[in-house]
């Protein structure tokens, strides 16, 4: 039966249209940028998830994490994700200085969210050290907590992580690598180039 | 134990898919069939409980669309002597698949399964309900039905 061979079938529009409505609990794209391609997910709440791609090693891990932690119904959906993508963008075009995408953090246990909240109220240019952070989230000497917390910040760029520093002013660490947090401070003006 | 994120199945299977309800339904309705396939996979998804066998979990819901497909057509009333309400003719489907679909249920479901999504006979029995034999015998009917239509 040689006339009985598959049919030929391209499912690409198919399924961006499933994509683009279909009731996921995670919806996931990657967004370039210039400290490095970002894996985004978000559920209806809002953005859960920033991830640098090649720290942990790489997205599988990481999209698998999301799956264990929220929810295995994830469907890659760049459309979905247009917001993310444009405020990145805005930012890191310097036409952006404060970030309005809602967020989830159903990936953060109760202390390490609320340092990263506290976290979030750092404005664009400005910078906290790890202990003023832990007393703004209520944990007055938990500086070394408020590192841990915020060195596994699910959604660094948005959630500012790069804007605390240690108490004597260096830059200490950072999730991403400390090369992209002196990138992003420059980026806010902090650093120059010659530091 | 968690299933894997539900786009790595798309990316393995649902080409497969798509050729599937191609050969069994037509051009014409497998893009509403594969639609109603995948909604049908994503939400009972997270409660499933055959994630050893994902390819044929997501097959077994394909087939059982493609069946609606089939039930609905017989039930609609088929006008008598109007052959202007029939389909258009099928690009590049070949007329195999379209004699294929004019075969006994379980004929046309295995032949579907076995050589439009390249399933394995027990993959294909696990999904039809039946012995690995029964469907070995149901692909042989249905090559010797389409060889005597073929050669005439």
Redesign the interface.
Same mark, same amino acid.
């Given at each position: 039966?040689t006339?009985?061979?598959? @049919?030929? +079938?391209d @499912?690409t529009a198919?399924?961006a249209?499933?994509a683009a409505t279909? @009731?996921?609990d +995670?919806v996931?794209a990657f967004v370039d940028s210039p400290v490095g391609r970002l894996l985004a997910a978000g559920t209806e709440r809002g953005l859960a998830c920033l991830g640098y791609e090649d720290v942990r090693g790489g997205s599988d891990p990481l999209?698998?994490r999301?799956?264990?932690e929220l929810?295995?119904?994830?469907?890659?959906a760049p459309a979905r994700l247009d917001d993310v993508r444009r405020e990145l963008d805005e930012y890191f075009e310097g036409r952006r200085t404060a970030f309005e995408l809602p967020l989830d953090f159903a990936l953060t246990r109760p202390f390490a969210r609320k340092i990263l909240q506290a976290t979030a109220g750092i404005p664009f240019g400005a910078t906290s050290t790890y202990g003023k952070v832990a007393a703004d989230a209520g944990s007055p000497g938990a500086a070394r907590a408020a590192g841990g917390a915020l060195g596994s910040n699910p959604i660094p760029i948005v959630v500012p992580c790069h804007r605390v520093l240690a108490s004597n002013g260096t830059l200490h660490g950072y999730t991403g690598g400390l090369e992209r947090k002196r990138h992003l401070l420059e980026l806010e003006g902090v650093l120059t180039r010659s530091m | 134990m968690?299933?894997?994120?539900?786009?790595?199945l798309?990316d393995a299977h649902?080409?497969?898919?798509?050729?599937f309800l191609?050969?069994a339904v037509g051009?014409n309705d497998a893009?509403d069939a594969?639609?109603e396939t995948?909604?049908s996979a994503?939400?009972a998804?997270?409660s499933l409980e055959h994630a050893d066998n994902l390819r044929a979990w997501l097959f077994t819901i394909a087939h059982r669309k493609a069946t609606d497909v089939h039930r609905a057509r017989a039930r609609r009333p088929v006008p008598v002597g109007v052959v202007e309400d029939r389909p258009a003719p099928e690009p590049?489907?070949?007329?195999?698949?379209e004699l294929?679909r004019g075969l006994p249920p379980r004929q046309r479901a295995v032949?579907t399964l076995r050589?439009?999504?390249?399933l394995p006979h027990k993959d294909i029995a696990a999904i039809l309900g039946c012995s690995e034999d029964a469907s070995r015998r149901a692909a042989a009917d249905g090559?010797n039905t389409?060889?005597k239509e073929?050669v005439p």
């Open positions: 039966m006339r009985l061979a598959p @049919p030929h +079938v @499912p198919a399924l249209r499933f279909a @009731p996921a +995670v996931y999209l698998e999301l799956a264990s929810s295995p119904r994830m469907l890659h | 968690t299933p894997p994120p539900f786009q790595r798309l649902a080409t497969d898919v798509l050729r191609v050969g051009r893009e594969f639609q995948l909604l994503l939400r998804y997270p590049d489907d070949g007329a195999d698949w294929v032949l050589y439009a999504a390249d090559l389409l060889r073929l």
